[in-house]
């Protein structure tokens, strides 16, 4: 399953134009901020949840598979030095929860718990679901994708409760 997800991602680069170029998180002492020089892009992907401490979140026993904290600082640094040269961000499923939480936001530590109501979103590291989600029309995303009510797939259970400072959401 998770090595088909990263087969996706760099299929849809390589369909759309791009060249994939994976980054693994080294240590931060040897991370070089020339790096965001040789991107056009990021994309930042699907991964483990995020620990709740990071947005003061009070069920951290909801948690399964915690991101290790030098991938975290990893992916905050690249985003920052992305955002800094104006570099175009797509942030996937964990991406734009990261995201999120750089600009202070917070999660739901697991969203069939907290929010029995909502629609399934398949199991992280399990089944995925496939759901359709709406969009704003006057957003980047709609124009990119032609159409206002998509169908996504989803295996999650983290997800956005409070929206981080400056942030608009485009989908839902």
Known sequence: WWMATKEDYINAVWKSGGIPLTMHYPPMSKFNCDLIDRIDGLLMVGGPDFASDMYGGQ???????????????????????????????????AG???????????????????????????????????????????SVLFSVMGENEPQVRSTHHQGIKQLGEHLKATAW
Not at 62 to 76: K, N, T, V
């Open 96 to 138: 734009f929860q990261h995201i999120n939480l750089i600009y202070g936001g917070s999660l739901y530590e697991d969203i069939p718990i907290q929010l029995p109501e909502a629609i399934d979103h398949g199991e992280y590291k399990g089944s995925f679901s496939t759901h359709k989600v709406n969009l704003d029309l006057q």
């Open 59 to 93: 069920n951290p026993e909801l948690l399964s598979d915690i991101m290790h904290p030098r991938r975290e600082a990893f992916d905050r640094r690249i985003f920052q030095e992305a955002r800094k040269n104006n570099k175009p961000i797509l942030g996937i499923c």
